[in-house]
């Protein structure tokens, strides 16, 4: 496949796979196909996008703390990434560039604009020495019954250390698909990312010390 | 404290993000120092129990579809959007150009045609012997053209008119024969040619209006015969005497 820009030129016998429906058969296999990206894309996009739909909801509601608008911001993140398609780069992290649909959405939303104004000015300094000594494995005990906690924790911290955390530990996403989706260098990831975990060991520990003793 | 280095690179080390050496150096550190290895494996104690409660939402079935059809519904529309122009644009491109050229051919293999009648008709004009038959009289010019051209036609009463039959010859249009009538009306002359029309060509059997070399020319198509009124006359003499040939038949 080539592509150059709005248009890709296609191996023939690639065209009958990438046109949905499209049982051709050429006997002429060097023939090139100019295809046009958006008759291509209506093939590929919802092949491309739905399988990251369960995760895009869930990241989604983690953005939001609300159903109702995780549902909206999903269905907009679907209706720009659809029609910004033919601006994605084939063979480039499709599952970066929709999460970034997504959070720029939310961003720009009524609650991500509220949630980034209470944001702390210094997120992305360097990590304080950790209290190493002072922890054992028992201390921050995060045991499955303690999973609602984790999870009261996780909502009551900053959206950039929640979002950091989701797409590391929850989406499995490398610093570089971070740093992408993100947009922010793969030193400020690492740096966000450990004061995040080191925010959510405090709040974690805040809450357990809080909680009654069975 | 030593330890503080490895501490600093242990989440990377658990993300799999460190470069293999270190990798290999961090655990080997471990596997020695038991303050470490307990961090370590508080540190993925987190990171597991963050990846179980960061699964915490999943979406109505209904509004999957929602999505799926908003995203499915969308691109096949789009696709007809995006080709049904293209392929009309296309269509009405070749029709336009197929027409402009056919219309242009017609046009012109007219033009040569009215000017080619206009040369007959300015040849009998000069002619010393503008005429064959010399005869005003309708009911002698219309027999003397029978044997000599390969079809007949009607002459039209002339007597309340301005207008008067000089006479007639044959006359040769694309290797054709055909009749050409001169009549006078005051000092002009007036050429009637009458031709087949497969003599003419395949040309438009409209009627037409039109000048050639300052001429006027008068133009229709009648029982599979063609008939060309030209001359110096003005348009209205002309359009009369095509009224009374038309009437004639």
């Given at each position: 496949?080539?592509?150059?820009?709005?248009?890709?030129?296609?191996?023939?016998?690639?065209?009958?796979?990438?046109?949905?429906?499209?049982?051709?058969?050429?006997?002429?296999?060097?023939?090139?196909?100019?295809?046009?990206?958006?008759?291509?894309?209506?093939?590929?996009?919802?092949?491309?996008?739905?399988?990251?739909?369960?995760?895009?909801?869930?990241?989604?509601?983690?953005?939001?703390?609300?159903?109702?608008?995780?549902?909206?911001l999903?269905?907009?993140t679907y209706a720009k990434a659809l029609k910004g398609f033919s601006s994605f780069q084939p063979g480039t992290n499709f599952r970066a560039w929709i999460y970034r649909i997504l959070r720029n959405a939310f961003l720009t939303s009524r609650t991500g604009l509220q949630a980034t104004?209470?944001?702390?000015?210094?997120?992305?300094?360097e990590a304080e020495a950790l209290p190493t000594a002072k922890e054992t494995p028992e201390s921050i005990l995060l045991?499955?019954?303690?999973?609602?906690?984790?999870?009261?924790?996780?909502?009551?911290?900053?959206v950039a250390y929640r979002e950091v955390l989701l797409l590391c530990e929850v989406e499995e996403m490398s610093y570089q698909e971070i740093s992408a989706t993100l947009s922010i260098p793969i030193g400020t990831v690492m740096s966000r990312l450990s004061r995040a975990r080191q925010a959510l060991r405090v709040a974690v520990r805040e809450k357990q010390g809080s909680q009654p003793k069975a | 404290m030593a330890c503080d280095r490895w501490i600093e690179k242990l989440d990377a080390y658990l993300d799999g993000e460190l470069p293999a050496s270190e990798a290999r150096a961090l655990s080997e550190h471990l596997r020695g120092c038991s303050a470490c290895a307990a961090e370590s494996l508080s540190r993925l104690q987190q990171k597991r129990t963050v990846q179980t409660a960061g699964q915490r939402f999943t979406p109505d079935p209904a509004f999957r579809v929602r999505i799926q059809e908003s995203?499915?519904?969308?691109?096949?529309?789009?696709?007809?959007?995006?080709?049904?122009p293209v392929l009309a644009t296309a269509m009405a491109l070749v029709v336009v150009i197929t027409l402009f050229f056919a219309l242009n051919r017609s046009r012109r293999s007219e033009q040569q045609l009215v000017s080619e009648l206009a040369d007959l008709h300015v040849a009998t004009l000069a002619s010393s012997n503008p005429v064959d038959v010399v005869s005003s009289d309708r009911h002698t010019v219309k027999p003397w053209f029978a044997g000599r051209i390969p079809f007949t036609f009607n002459l039209p009463e002339l007597q309340d008119s301005p207008f008067v039959l000089v006479g007639a010859k044959v006359s040769y249009l694309n290797q054709a024969p055909g009749a050409e009538l001169i009549f006078r009306v005051r000092q002009h002359q007036i050429s009637v040619?009458?031709?087949?029309?497969?003599?003419?060509?395949?040309?438009?059997?409209?009627?037409?209006?039109?000048?050639?070399?300052?001429?006027?020319?008068?133009?229709?198509?009648?029982?599979?015969?063609?008939?060309?009124?030209?001359?110096?006359?003005?348009?209205?003499?002309?359009d009369k005497l095509s009224d009374l040939m038309k009437a004639a038949g």
């Open positions: 496949m080539l592509n150059c820009g709005r248009w890709v030129l296609f191996h023939e016998q690639e065209e009958k796979y990438l046109w949905r429906g499209g049982n051709k058969t050429c006997p002429r296999w060097f023939t090139l196909v100019c295809v046009s990206q958006e008759s291509l894309s209506s093939g590929t996009f919802e092949q491309l996008a739905m399988p990251h739909f369960d995760r895009l909801y869930n990241f989604a509601c983690w953005l939001t703390h609300d159903r109702q608008e995780a549902e909206d999903v269905q907009e104004a209470t944001v702390p000015l210094d997120l992305d300094g045991q499955r019954s303690d999973l609602q906690l984790v999870q009261k924790a996780m909502e009551q911290l900053p | 995203i499915a519904a969308r691109p096949s529309a789009r696709r007809s959007w995006f080709r049904l040619f009458i031709f087949q029309e497969r003599a003419v060509g395949n040309l438009q059997t409209r009627d037409s209006v039109q000048t050639a070399l300052s001429f006027n020319v008068r133009s229709w198509s009648l029982n599979g015969l063609r008939y060309f009124v030209i001359g110096d006359a003005s348009a209205q003499d002309l």
